[in-house]
């Protein structure tokens, strides 16, 4: 899906090296942002279990930045509107940033989630900042994950709310970090493949698309962050495996 750069456009974002000295971060810096599209998600809606979102890769500079609700600074870690609430900060946590801890999920009957580690600030004997280290994957919105700290007298507790999230039938929320701006029909280009399709009707009604383009009248786009995804007639739906691209520089 990747374009090349031309080498003519490479050399124009740099800057003058008689003033600044050329790196690597600033070659990667055009590179990331220079007409290829960029994976940013990876999922399955499963429609007929309850319509879950499974999450098995998104990419966090396009999802929801850690502290915001959107464009608002200031929520805290055991925010209901954070991809990771703490719903516990613990108790005995050891002062300091902590090295890469594991995360349990307390789920494993309804979700398969698993691989996160995440690293802890703890101030007083509680979480009060972290970092993810290794993301993990196949987690579902309200899976409970329990962060296993060293000689803690109580381990950190944690929802997992998603990056992307049911919003009522075939439509999904999709949060978004202010650094990147919103999701649109414009810039960003979204995938599915069904499970299985048993019937010419399941043809008559599958889509998947961010956000609503105007389908008389001059093009509008409307419903920014907004996942519209179906596959399968009336009542009975396909499992979806989606996936979703930006396109840079739009």
Same mark, same amino acid.
């Given at each position: 899906?990747?374009?090349?750069?031309?080498?003519?456009?490479?050399?124009?974002?740099?800057?003058?090296?008689?003033?600044?000295?050329?790196?690597?971060?600033?070659?990667?810096? &055009?590179?990331?942002?220079?007409?290829?599209?960029?994976?940013?998600?990876?999922?399955?809606?499963?429609?007929?279990?309850?319509?879950?979102?499974?999450?098995?890769?998104?990419?966090?500079?396009?999802?929801?930045?850690?502290?915001?609700?959107?464009? !608002?600074?200031?929520?805290?870690?055991?925010?209901? !509107?954070?991809?990771?609430?703490?719903?516990?900060?613990?108790?005995? &946590?050891?002062?300091?940033?902590?090295?890469?801890?594991?995360?349990?999920?307390?789920?494993?009957?309804?979700?398969?989630?698993?691989?996160?580690?995440?690293?802890?600030?703890?101030?007083?004997?509680?979480?009060?900042?972290?970092?993810?280290?290794?993301?993990?994957?196949?987690?579902?919105?309200?899976?409970?994950?329990?962060?296993?700290?060293?000689?803690?007298?109580?381990?950190?507790?944690?929802?997992?709310?998603?990056?992307?999230?049911?919003?009522?039938?075939?439509?999904?929320?999709?949060?978004?970090?202010?650094?990147?701006?919103?999701?649109?029909?414009?810039?960003?280009?979204?995938?599915?493949?069904?499970?299985?399709?048993?019937?010419?009707?399941?043809?008559?009604?599958?889509?998947?698309?961010?956000?609503?383009?105007?389908?008389?009248?001059?093009?509008?786009?409307?419903?920014?962050?907004?996942?519209?995804?179906?596959?399968?007639?009336?009542?009975?739906?396909?499992?979806?495996?989606?996936?979703?691209?930006?396109?840079?520089?739009?």
């Amino acid at each position: 899906m990747a374009s090349q750069l031309p080498k003519r456009d490479l050399l124009s974002q740099l800057a003058d090296n008689n003033t600044k000295q050329i790196g690597a971060s600033d070659v990667s810096d &055009i590179v990331a942002t220079m007409y290829q599209p960029t994976l940013i998600y990876h999922g399955t809606l499963d429609n007929d279990a309850g319509r879950q979102v499974i999450e098995y890769y998104f990419n966090p500079d396009y999802f929801q930045k850690k502290g915001y609700w959107g464009y !608002t600074a200031g929520y805290g870690l055991t925010s209901s !509107t954070q991809i990771y609430q703490f719903t516990s900060l613990g108790s005995g &946590i050891p002062d300091g940033w902590s090295n890469a801890l594991p995360v349990s999920n307390d789920n494993t009957n309804t979700s398969g989630g698993k691989g996160l580690k995440i690293k802890v600030l703890g101030v007083n004997g509680v979480v009060t900042d972290y970092e993810i280290v290794t993301q993990g994957g196949g987690y579902r919105p309200d899976d409970q994950l329990t962060v296993q700290v060293n000689t803690a007298t109580t381990n950190p507790t944690i929802t997992y709310r998603g990056a992307i999230r049911y919003n009522s039938t075939d439509v999904y929320d999709m949060t978004f970090n202010p650094d990147n701006l919103v999701h649109t029909g414009i810039n960003s280009m979204a995938q599915m493949t069904p499970y299985s399709l048993t019937s010419d009707n399941d043809l008559e009604d599958m889509y998947c698309r961010v956000g609503t383009l105007n389908q008389t009248g001059p093009p509008d786009y409307t419903d920014e962050n907004r996942l519209r995804c179906r596959a399968g007639y009336n009542q009975s739906r396909a499992q979806i495996n989606v996936t979703i691209w930006r396109i840079n520089a739009t």
